[in-house]
């Protein structure tokens, strides 16, 4: 092998770019000529392709977001697509890639591979830290953190005031991320995907909480979270919203609603999201010279290993509910 490429693709995360940087320089160690694709699939449907030097990667490390920049494209999900993309990269005579992003970008290479014969490396970018074969994803740390930091300034305002606040996360399948932002910042409750909470218990928790002179809450619910509503929803409407205005007619208490959204992806990684990102992004060009192909980089155990994607993409990761049930008994 002689060049490859690397792309980012689906939603950024903190950490994109420290992995873009080890893994070109450890392929320009290697001998390998790295081109870079600009916006994911698509630039490389459209050959938005530039030859990168070590240079090309210098002072990206501490930066969020990715500089390759990403996007959504309907046109790779088809086949014709993804004939378009595999005929640019034969064009460039690229014999591999490497894919930074989560399940969706997962499916896109996978889909490349089986239909076009195109080697590729996956390197977990996500935020929501979804995918089985690895115990973190690049991004997932610096966005937890960002939020503990949007809660702690938050509940300066809630003791002052005397309210609950209600504060909605990015995870709509899977709510591992909400989960530990809520047991590291010390949340009242935690509403999540995986386990179907009714809005009426929290209340009943809010209501005990204010008997015994506890006047401000953080209530931290994912986005995915559907809830077991005794009235009539819009379905237009913020789940969030929702549980606010439940709450405030249940309980009485005054409340408020924050939602986080976007703000949670950007932002300069963190210490752990460069280290991991810089052992997939290396190891992913190892995995190429090797001859693999259709495999996924983690890290397992605090040991890096590699997975199969068509199992990765046929699983599903299991959070640990015992966390969930240790925030509900630090919480009293």
Same mark, same amino acid.
């Given at each position: 092998?002689?060049?490859?490429?690397?792309?980012?693709?689906?939603?950024?995360?903190?950490?994109? @770019?420290?992995?873009?940087?080890?893994?070109?320089?450890?392929?320009?160690? @290697?001998?390998?000529?790295?081109?870079?694709?600009?916006?994911? %699939?698509?630039?490389?449907?459209?050959?938005?392709? %530039?030859?990168?030097?070590?240079?090309?990667?210098?002072?990206?490390? &501490?930066?969020?977001?990715? %500089?390759?920049?990403?996007?959504?494209?309907?046109?790779?999900?088809?086949?014709?697509?993804?004939?378009?993309?595999?005929?640019?990269?034969?064009?460039?005579?690229?014999?591999?890639?490497?894919?930074?992003?989560?399940?969706?970008?997962?499916?896109?290479?996978? +889909?490349?591979?089986?239909? &076009?014969?195109?080697?590729?490396?996956?390197?977990?970018?996500?935020?929501?830290?979804?995918?089985?074969?690895?115990?973190?994803?690049? =991004? %997932?740390?610096?966005?937890? @953190?960002?939020?503990?930091?949007?809660?702690?300034?938050?509940?300066?305002?809630?003791?002052?005031?005397?309210?609950?606040?209600?504060?909605?996360?990015?995870?709509?399948?899977?709510?591992?991320?909400?989960?530990?932002?809520?047991?590291?910042?010390?949340?009242?409750?935690?509403?999540?995907?995986?386990?179907?909470?009714?809005?009426?218990?929290?209340?009943?928790?809010?209501?005990? !909480?204010?008997?015994?002179?506890?006047?401000?809450?953080?209530?931290?619910?994912?986005?995915?979270?559907?809830?077991?509503?005794?009235? @009539?929803?819009?379905?237009?409407?913020?789940?969030?919203?929702?549980? =606010?205005?439940?709450?405030? !007619?249940?309980? =009485?208490?005054?409340?408020?609603?924050?939602?986080?959204?976007?703000? &949670? !992806?950007?932002? +300069?990684?963190?210490?752990?999201?460069?280290?991991?990102? +810089?052992?997939?992004?290396?190891?992913?060009?190892?995995?190429?010279?090797?001859?693999? +192909?259709?495999?996924?980089?983690?890290?397992?155990?605090?040991?890096?290993?590699?997975?199969?994607?068509?199992?990765?993409?046929?699983?599903?990761?299991?959070?640990?509910?015992?966390?969930?049930?240790?925030?509900?008994?630090?919480?009293?």
């Amino acid at each position: 092998m002689k060049k490859i490429a690397v792309l980012t693709s689906g939603g950024d995360a903190p950490g994109m @770019n420290a992995a873009i940087r080890a893994a070109v320089r450890t392929a320009i160690y @290697n001998g390998l000529e790295v081109v870079g694709v600009r916006r994911g %699939f698509a630039g490389l449907i459209e050959g938005d392709f %530039f030859l990168m030097e070590t240079g090309s990667v210098s002072d990206i490390m &501490q930066k969020g977001g990715t %500089f390759l920049l990403s996007a959504r494209c309907d046109e790779f999900l088809e086949p014709e697509g993804r004939k378009k993309a595999a005929d640019q990269l034969k064009k460039h005579s690229i014999e591999g890639l490497i894919v930074i992003g989560g399940d969706g970008s997962l499916r896109g290479a996978e +889909s490349l591979y089986r239909e &076009q014969g195109i080697a590729y490396i996956s390197v977990p970018g996500t935020i929501d830290n979804d995918l089985p074969g690895t115990d973190y994803t690049i =991004g %997932f740390d610096t966005a937890m @953190n960002t939020i503990i930091e949007a809660i702690n300034k938050v509940r300066d305002t809630a003791t002052s005031h005397e309210r609950t606040f209600i504060i909605e996360t990015m995870g709509r399948t899977s709510g591992y991320l909400t989960m530990m932002a809520g047991l590291a910042s010390g949340a009242d409750a935690v509403l999540i995907p995986e386990n179907k909470a009714d809005i009426e218990e929290v209340c009943q928790i809010l209501i005990e !909480r204010q008997k015994h002179g506890r006047l401000h809450n953080i209530v931290l619910v994912a986005e995915g979270y559907k809830g077991n509503f005794r009235t @009539n929803r819009d379905l237009t409407e913020s789940t969030a919203f929702l549980i =606010g205005k439940e709450i405030a !007619r249940k309980t =009485g208490q005054d409340t408020r609603v924050i939602i986080l959204g976007h703000l &949670q !992806r950007g932002g +300069s990684p963190t210490a752990m999201d460069r280290i991991l990102a +810089s052992k997939l992004g290396a190891k992913a060009v190892e995995l190429l010279l090797d001859g693999k +192909s259709s495999r996924m980089v983690g890290i397992v155990g605090n040991k890096i290993q590699d997975s199969s994607v068509e199992d990765i993409l046929n699983g599903k990761k299991e959070i640990d509910l015992d966390l969930y049930k240790l925030n509900e008994v630090l919480s009293i």
